[in-house]
T-cell receptor, first 112, second 115 residues
């Protein structure tokens, strides 16, 4: 059965800290892995990763995929209170018409 | 171009009542889906559709019905609401099922409470 597992489930840090969020997956016919940020509303897209070892970067956020070990990490440097959110990892599964399989999410809380 | 429009944003139901959550998209997307989100469980697929006239079950379909009579609309019906259906519901779409590679367009969500 296809699955996506995220860790940790929750994290509390202080402004300025660096955090690493983890996502491991077991999916047949892997094509891509996606990261979303969710702040009390609909998830918003952050990154799509398809190739192993190539870092995607957007400001203080970066992500990398390891297709051999079947995981991805999302790094946030110099965290700010505005980074507080739930971060979701998702992988498309072609067993059910193209659904996205989501991990449980990591709830990040950044304290001033 | 409105994207994915979900209504209502909030709803309180009594146990046993029925209701329909509306979802409409104006992007000519073939693939539409309904997810529910509960604390600590991520988003779980309820039902999905790969095109007008075609629907199928996801991982948590019990207690919900869907139909897809047009490309634009994909309503979710709760037949007899139960407290276990208290959740946040998201409608999401993509151009095709295969283009889920590139992620979905999400609606703004419906927060449903069943008392």
């Amino acid at each position: 059965e296809d699955k996506v597992v995220q860790s940790p489930l929750s994290l509390v840090v202080h402004e300025g800290d660096t955090v690493t969020l983890n996502c491991s997956y077991e999916v047949t016919n892997f094509r891509s892995l996606l990261w979303y940020k969710q702040e009390k509303k609909a998830p918003t897209f952050l990154f799509m990763l398809t190739s192993s070892g190539i870092e995607k970067k957007s400001g203080r956020l970066s992500s990398i995929l390891d297709k051999k070990e079947l995981f991805s990490i999302l790094n946030i440097t110099a965290t700010q209170t505005g980074d507080s959110a739930v971060y979701l990892c998702a992988v498309p599964s072609y067993n059910q018409g193209g659904k996205l399989i989501f991990g449980q999410g990591t709830e990040l809380s950044v304290k001033p | 171009n409105a994207g994915v429009t979900q209504t209502p944003k909030f709803q309180v139901l009594k146990t046993g009542q029925s209701m329909t959550l509306q979802c409409a998209q104006d992007m000519n997307h073939e693939y539409m889906s309904w997810y529910r989100q509960d604390p600590g469980m991520g988003l779980r697929l309820i039902h999905y559709s790969v095109g007008a006239g075609i629907t199928d079950q996801g991982e948590v379909p019990n207690g919900y019905n869907v139909s897809r009579s047009t490309t634009e609309d994909f309503p979710l019906r709760l037949l007899s609401a139960a407290p276990s259906q208290t959740s946040v519901y998201f409608c999401a779409s993509s151009l095709t099922g295969l283009s889920a590679n590139y992620g979905y367009t999400f609606g703004s969500g419906t927060r449903l409470t069943v008392v």
